[in-house]
């Protein structure tokens, strides 16, 4: 059994000069897929990573993506997004997952952060460079974690990327 990716939009509220969905390479590498024929391989996965672009911004599609996969499969679940509209999903969606990865861009609203983590684990991703001690201590006094990056850093799973729409 494999990792899948599951791309919902290219599209993104944020315009990051490193964003990699601005890389056509690493876009295509996204293979398009119908949500019908999705839902037909849910179960040969082992963990879902569900990513944009920014996926809140298709909270319609984000919810039933979400739902989709956890009424076909208890295995582990991701949102990567970058926060801003995370709060538009409805509470009973983002508990299907099993963490939110939040990009850090253009700060840290903690007091979201809270709120998010009392529903489901929040890990924050912020550049390496970035990382305070101030930020560590917040972090740990809400119970959240942090995962540090580097601009152009992927990771390196194996996994199958779908574009799914
Ligand atoms: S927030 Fe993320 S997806 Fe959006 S432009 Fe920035 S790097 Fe790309």
Request: proline share 3%.
């Amino acid at each position: 059994m494999k990792n899948c990716r599951v791309l919902i939009t290219k599209q993104c509220n944020f315009d990051c000069s490193y964003c990699l969905m601005k890389d056509e390479a690493t876009a295509a590498t996204f293979i398009p897929i119908k949500f019908d024929e999705f839902v037909k391989i849910i179960q040969n996965y082992e963990s879902f990573g569900i990513t944009g672009g920014e996926p809140t911004i298709c909270r319609y599609f984000l919810t039933k993506m979400l739902t989709t996969i956890r009424g076909c499969s208890d295995k582990p679940m991701f949102l990567y997004t970058n926060g801003t509209l995370v709060e538009t999903i409805p509470e009973y969606a983002l508990k299907c997952l099993s963490g939110i990865n939040i990009g850090v861009h253009q700060g840290i609203d903690w007091e979201k952060v809270a709120r998010l983590q009392a529903i489901v684990p929040v890990r924050l991703h912020i550049h390496k460079d970035s990382v305070t001690d101030e930020i560590r201590q917040k972090c740990l006094e809400i119970g959240a974690t942090i995962k540090e990056f580097e601009y152009g850093q992927c990771d390196t799973v194996e996994e199958d990327r779908w574009f799914v729409d």
